[in-house]
């Protein structure tokens, strides 16, 4: 569908309403003899010519898969049937151009409708803003004008700011645009929920109320990255996870990601003696500069590197995770001096600077990875109504790629979280099997059609076992796919329409949640 538009569609001007519609076609593969007479065709005549071809064809930059309120399951009840016939939800697809950007909506009879085209110049982000969470004190300024599509143009709308350093909102319902966000920096990504939009800019982050579109906080603690992701960050439901610059050990949570060169309490009196030490030394240095005899071997940016660096040490890899509900407005700042209100979580995940991560649904599960590439940590956060301090952070799994290095571009998990797919530039994709609780993936937990937790004590003494098994033998035999494997109890042939453990009293299904729990943190603690 994508090759069809770029290749057949002419070029067309800009509009910001919809109405192009592109039927299905069969995907042909050319033969051996076809694809080397079209690059015959293609390649002879402009090298005899010495001009290159004019072509006609739109040249695709990026293309993302969108979710928003058009095809949210929970928003229309008539999607909640999964398997129904002509009821799944439609697929949103944005395309980035050269020149401009496209939103197509695909339902599945497989008919493109152009929802949205606008043509004034590259743009680097664009989001579909999901209609806001009101509350009892909230009220949407812009409910006539939804859904809200958030773009970063190279040129604003005003004309007159430097490239990429506006947000244009623009109504699907009409067209026009209806709010402009000025910065003064570029701005590098777009992020949203139905809370806040978040504008990512190089070291700081500014979010904004979904019904006002009013800044809200902003954080200038971010530890810059090389690329691709300037400023990586991880934008769940309520949570807002982003690379801080600095470990805060006050604010430090239990737990997170302790490589080799973390230092014992010894090593650290150690350390502390040759900084004092140092700290004399440079004392004497700098003494002796200002009489003028400073030692041979010893310049100014020596001293200068020292200086900078004992005022403001910056320390890779270290991830804050804030609420963004409870966080306070202004300016969010995690210092010794400051409280833990809103603060989450705040750990160290990485030696190496963070270059991406990324929430599941859920949003009590973080995934990040650093610039080598090389392994992906995924993390379990369990908050803790006092402070970041009594948080607990889970280090469940270490997923490791390869040896060599590459630039992460995203991570994704999947709806069930127990696959995490992770794409680099260099044009591979790396699926990981995980579980959501941690252990070892296995054939019992990824070929049920949904998550099983391990065998429990609860379950072997409640005998659901020996139930099960007289159900499957009633059957014709057992469901695991595995011999001498227990059958799970998604292959219950009760299963699509009750589970064993619903019809259990709560304060069995209570106690069968903390026996998994404590069973659980034992192994993986």
């Known amino acids: 569908m994508n090759e069809t538009m770029a290749t057949d ?208 906080f902003f954080v200038t603690s971010c530890y810059p990255c090389p690329g691709p992701n300037m400023n990586p960050i991880a934008l769940g439901s309520r949570w807002l996870a982003y690379a801080e610059n600095k470990l805060i050990r006050c604010h430090q949570s239990r737990g997170g990601a302790c490589g080799d060169n973390i230092q014992s309490y010894t090593a650290t009196v150690i350390s ?34 020292h200086c900078n660096s004992r005022r403001s040490p ?16 202004g300016q969010v700042l995690v210092s010794e001096d400051s409280d833990s209100d809103g603060i989450v979580a705040h750990f160290p995940a990485h030696e190496k600077p963070v270059c991406c991560m990324a929430f599941n649904t859920s949003g009590m599960l973080l995934v990040t990875t650093d610039t080598l590439g090389h392994d992906f940590h995924v993390f379990q956060i369990l908050t803790h109504p006092w402070s970041s301090s009594q948080c607990a952070v889970h280090h469940l799994y270490t997923l490791h790629r390869g040896e060599t290095e590459a630039k992460v571009q995203d991570i994704c998990f999947s709806h069930d979280c127990r696959w995490v797919v992770v794409s680099t530039l260099r044009g591979t994709s790396h699926v990981f099997p995980i579980n959501p609780y941690g252990g070892q993936p296995c054939v019992r937990t990824h070929m049920s059609p949904r998550v099983v937790n391990r065998m429990s004590r609860f379950q072997k003494s409640a005998g659901l076992e020996e139930i099960e098994q007289e ?46 729990a404590d069973s659980v943190y034992a192994e993986h603690s």
């Open 9 to 216: 569609s002419p070029r067309r001007p800009s509009r910001c309403t919809g109405g192009v519609v592109v039927r299905p076609q069969a995907v042909t593969e050319q033969s051996y003899m076809e694809s080397v007479v079209t690059f015959l065709q293609d390649v002879v005549p402009q090298a005899y010519s010495g001009t290159p071809l004019t072509e006609e064809k739109e040249k695709i930059v990026w293309v993302r898969f969108e979710n928003a309120d058009l095809n949210d399951t929970s928003r229309n009840l008539e999607f909640h049937e999964l398997h129904s016939t002509g009821n799944e939800p439609p697929l949103l697809v944005m395309i980035g151009y050269s020149d401009g950007m496209q939103v197509w909506g695909i339902p599945i009879s497989g008919e493109a409708q152009e929802l949205f085209s606008v043509r004034h110049g590259p743009v680097r982000a664009a989001r579909i803003l999901p209609a806001p969470q009101l509350g009892a004190q909230k009220c949407d300024n812009f409910a006539e004008k939804r859904p809200l599509l958030g773009v970063c143009k190279s040129i604003g709308s005003s004309g007159t700011t430097p490239p990429y350093c506006c947000v244009d909102l623009y109504s699907l319902r009409t067209g026009e645009m209806v709010k402009s966000i000025q910065f003064k920096t570029p701005i590098y990504d777009l992020h949203c929920n139905k809370r806040i939009l978040v504008v990512v800019l190089q070291e700081k982050i500014a979010a904004f109320d979904s019904c006002t579109f009013t800044k809200k």
């Open 272 to 305: 502390a003696a040759k900084t004092l030490k140092s700290g004399l030394t440079m004392v004497g240095k700098v003494v002796t500069q200002l009489t003028g005899t400073l030692p041979s071997g010893v310049t100014d940016d020596d001293i200068a590197i």
């Open 314 to 329: 910056l320390v890779p890899g270290i991830i804050t995770v804030i609420d963004t509900e409870t966080v306070g407005e």
């Open 471 to 516: 159900l499957t033998s009633k059957q014709g035999g057992r469901c695991s796919p595995v011999p001498g494997l227990s059958s799970s109890p998604s292959g219950s042939p009760l299963h699509g329409k009750h589970s064993p453990l619903m019809l259990l009293p709560s304060s069995l299904l209570l106690y069968h949640m903390e026996s998994d």
